[in-house]
């Protein structure tokens, strides 16, 4: 390992020489206009190679509607120049949200979601001459749910000795019965007949950072008809997919946002090599992959890690951490390069399924020419953009236009906005669109250290 550092470049030749040092398999090109040619998914076409990752603000209104908040921040993707939105974690039952304002699209507010995104349909295609293709995700938050006030609610599928204790619990309570995960299919099912109602052109199975169905993967030690073997441990998503199928037809995006590495050791991590849980062991993520896309999967987006625990480096490398979290050993290019890694892997074994890949905010200005030759090297068909899209959510219209971007709007990676969700706020980036979200971090960070001191 080469040690963390800060971002520190003054050009591409200086970033050059570090990976070089480091020894990462992080390319760049010249050859920008590549992440302007279209791509078709499931007969959509995506103008662009640009797609925002999905970002939540935790800040939908009380009964998971867009808020003001949430328009705001989809108006500025829509019109940011990105050619698919992947929208936010949407929970799919009240008691599977990871927060009280958690989106959640039901019978009652369809209607608000349909009209909000008519009228991004309608702007975006008069700005940009194109409307992002628009995919919904659909999550139960599991180990991590907690849908009223600041008390954890946890819904584990098997007990974890290390993770057990960070959610308040003690190992010997119930784990959720085979009859509750039998009847989530029908749920998620009836979210997707919503969105496709709602306008969107597809949903996401959500199956990563350790929420219900990314556990459900590593439950090597749960009994029954959904936990031991790989079968049994797909089971769930299986049935997913099929009943999302069933209800909404052949013309709709099924897609799954999914960890291919957990960086949590066997028996309770799931891509992970039995004796060492830094190792990646792709031989099961690349069998999820081949029977998604046999249940009529059509887009892929790999992530990896956990967010709640302490390697956030894996899921989003950063020059700064949040509170509490340790500085990781590793360069922030290490980590990079083996997300790109997962994404390289999955998308061969995807063939020409598209895969969106992570992994590019800590580079700043420098995206483009890493993606571009990510594109050409065929590592991945689309680019996803997570913290630099909230961050600078204009940038895919400066590289498509010829401007490129500029380092002055990029995000910092400073975990401000991760720091706000800890503290159980509404997020948004505290550096770039300061005039909302400082004030808010402030609050969030006072009323924290309240809860924790007494
Ligand atoms: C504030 C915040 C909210 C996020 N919300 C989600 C989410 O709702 N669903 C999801 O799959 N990932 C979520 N992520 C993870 C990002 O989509 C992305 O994988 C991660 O930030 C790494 O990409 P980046 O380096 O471009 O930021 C979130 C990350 C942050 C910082
Ligand atoms: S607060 Fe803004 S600058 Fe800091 S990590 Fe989040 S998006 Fe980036």
């Known amino acids: 390992m080469a040690g963390h550092e800060k971002f520190n470049f003054k050009d591409i030749l200086e970033l050059d020489a570090k990976i070089r040092e480091v020894g990462a398999d992080i390319t760049h ?9 279209p791509i078709v998914i499931n007969g959509r076409e995506c103008a662009n190679r640009f797609a925002i990752l999905p970002m939540e603000g935790c800040d939908s209104a009380p009964d998971g509607s867009p808020s003001d908040l949430v328009r705001r921040r989809y108006e500025r993707f829509f019109l940011g120049g990105a050619a698919l939105v992947w929208w936010e974690a949407n929970a799919v039952v009240e008691e599977g949200k990871a927060n009280e304002l958690q989106m959640m699209i039901t019978d009652r507010n369809v209607s608000s979601f349909a009209s909000f995104m008519a009228d991004m349909k309608e702007k975006s295609q008069r ?19 907690r849908p009223h006030g600041h008390k954890a609610a946890p819904i584990i599928p098997q007990h974890d000795p290390i993770l057990d204790p960070r ?8 784990v959720v019965s085979d009859e509750y995960l039998a009847s989530l299919p029908e749920k998620y099912a009836h979210s997707a007949v919503l969105a496709r109602e709602a306008g969107f052109d597809g949903v996401d199975v959500k199956a990563c ?20 073997s790989f079968e049994n441990r797909t089971r769930l998503i299986r049935e997913i997919i099929r009943a999302i199928r069933k209800a909404v037809g052949d013309d709709f995006i099924i ?3 999914f960890n291919v590495f957990d960086a949590h050791p066997y028996p309770y991590g799931f891509g992970v090599d039995k004796g060492d849980m830094w190792k990646f062991d792709p031989s099961e993520p690349v069998s999820l992959v081949r029977m998604m896309i046999d249940e009529g999967v059509s887009l892929l987006s790999n992530s990896a890690g956990n967010p709640y625990y302490i390697y956030p480096q894996v899921t989003r490398p950063f020059d700064l951490s949040s509170m509490g979290i340790p500085t990781p050993d590793e360069h922030p290019l290490e980590s990079i390069s083996m997300l790109f890694d997962f994404t390289e892997c999955i998308q061969r074994a995807a063939g020409d399924v598209p895969v969106i890949g992570n992994g590019y905010t800590w580079l700043r200005d420098f995206i483009p020419y890493i993606a571009a030759s990510n594109i050409e090297r ?49 997020t948004g980036c505290v550096v770039r669109d ?21």
């Open 29 to 37: 090109s010249d050859d920008i206009p590549v992440l302007s040619t």
């Open 127 to 145: 700005k940009n001459g194109y409307s992002p293709v628009s995919i919904l995700q659909l999550t139960h938050s599991g180990r991590y749910s």
């Open 167 to 174: 959610v308040g619990l003690d190992g010997d309570e119930d």
């Open 209 to 228: 950072h350790r929420y219900l169905l990314s556990e459900l993967l590593a439950s090597h030690t749960r009994g029954g008809i959904y936990g031991g």
């Open 255 to 257: 897609a799954s946002r």
């Open 378 to 426: 065929g590592r991945c068909s689309m680019v996803g953009l997570g913290r630099c899209a909230i961050a600078y959510p204009d940038a895919p219209k400066d590289v498509i236009s010829g401007k490129g971007m500029d380092r002055g709007k990029c995000c910092i990676t400073c975990s401000k906005c991760t720091q706000i969700m800890r503290d159980h706020g509404t």
């Open 434 to 454: 300061s005039g909302i979200y400082a004030p808010l971090y402030r609050r969030f960070r006072a009323e924290a250290e309240e809860r924790e001191n007494g």
